[in-house]
């Protein structure tokens, strides 16, 4: 570094680095929400790709901010884990060093929700630093966006009317439920379903 500005032959190969990683394709597929993203192999494929071919290793090391329990509209127990994650480059001709962090959340009814937001701090941490464009949606679980519209269905909504709670919803299409069509529905499949969609299980059955 003798006669040299800190960290410049560092900071050159990282331009280098985010010319050859300024655009990544998106492979990954959201079957929920019909579009596509860049995985996180996608992203880190082609960023490895890229700090090998110009002498530049990574050191990261991830911190659990948070795991929470939470209960789905269908009652079930999930995992809401977010991670913090230092990544240190360091230049192997200059020894140069920069760090650069990420943060991420998971959501797993197993034991994947820490890897899940480690994987998405590690993502996010790339994409951030090095400008990388893809145009895609944070994140593409589509087992959790399904669980969330439930539960937004399932949120009891107020009356402007004196504030107070309205009756039951459908929990498969959201209509309000009749007092008599809910304790039927109750009774009968053990969920609050409206008549059409009383109908179709029928249908199906």
């Known amino acids: 570094m003798k006669g040299q500005p800190i960290m410049q032959k560092l900071a050159k190969k990282l331009i280098e680095v985010m010319e050859e990683c300024a655009y990544v394709t998106k492979n990954g597929v959201n079957n929920f929400h019909k579009y596509k993203y860049a995985t996180s192999a996608d ?33 079930n127990i999930e995992r809401l884990a977010t991670v913090k994650i ?3 480059f360091i230049d192997k001709d200059s020894e140069d060093t920069i760090t650069i962090t990420g943060l991420g959340s998971g959501q797993d009814a197993g034991d994947k929700a820490v890897m899940k937001a480690q ?9 951030l630093s090095f400008a990388i464009a893809t145009g895609d ?13 439930v539960q937004v269905k399932n949120t009891p909504k107020k009356n402007p009317i004196g504030n107070k ?6 929990v498969e299409c959201g209509i309000v439920l ?23 299980i029928k249908v199906s059955a």
């Not at 709670?165 to 459908?170: M, R």
């Open 43 to 75: 992203v880190l494929e082609k960023v490895n790709t890229a700090m090998v071919k110009h002498g530049v290793c990574t050191i990261a090391i991830p911190e659990i901010i948070s795991v929470d329990e939470i209960t789905t509209a269908k009652g």
């Open 119 to 127: 994987t998405a701090a590690i993502k996010y941490a790339y994409m």
């Open 86 to 88: 230092n990544i240190t």
């Open 165 to 170: 709670t309205v009756k039951a919803a459908c």
């Open 178 to 200: 009749s007092d008599k069509v809910k304790t039927y529905s109750l009774e009968k499949y053990g969920r609050c379903l409206c008549i059409e969609c009383q109908k179709n």
């Open 137 to 149: 949606d944070p994140e593409a679980d589509g087992k959790t966006d399904q669980t969330n519209i």
